[in-house]
Nanobody, 125 residues
Framework: QVQLAESGGGLVQPGGSLRLSCAAS????????MGWFRQVPGKEREFVAA????????NYANSVKGRATISRDNAKNMGYLQMNSLKPEDTAVYYC????WGSGYEFGPREYDYWGQGTRVTVSS
């Protein structure tokens, strides 16, 4: 199985940017679709972005489309989520997730098998 670990969260002002990272270990990350989700207390985990095991066209939630970019570097076993023009409503714990041989069209948290521990993003002035 693959182990995932997120980093890069923190406090950022509205309009700012953050780059979240997802480090994979244990198995070849290139065989996994990568998804990013976020969650706030009292709400379900929400899809943010996903990219298939072989790359391809990424998919984004409407709430982040145009402000987020998901990418991966399989040689480094790393995934990334670049978030720009951050808004207070982007405040959440962000999780990366992996699905073996996924296409990147998996939008529900139950479609992913492996999860990191999350990294907190707070957007506030």
């Amino acid at each position: 199985q693959v182990q995932l670990a997120e980093s890069g969260g923190g406090l950022v002002q509205p309009g700012g940017s953050l780059r979240l990272s997802c480090a994979a270990s244990g198995r070849t990350f290139s065989n996994y679709a990568m998804g990013w989700f976020r969650q706030v207390p009292g709400k379900e985990r929400e899809f943010v972005a996903a990219i298939g095991w072989n790359g391809g066209t990424p998919n984004y939630a409407n709430s982040v489309k145009g402000r987020a970019t998901i990418s991966r570097d399989n040689a480094k076993n790393m995934g990334y989520l670049q978030m720009n023009s951050l808004k207070p409503e982007d405040t959440a714990v962000y999780y990366c997730a992996g699905r073996p041989w996924g296409s990147g069209y998996e939008f529900g948290p139950r479609e992913y098998d492996y999860w990191g521990q999350g990294t907190r993003v707070t957007v506030s002035s």
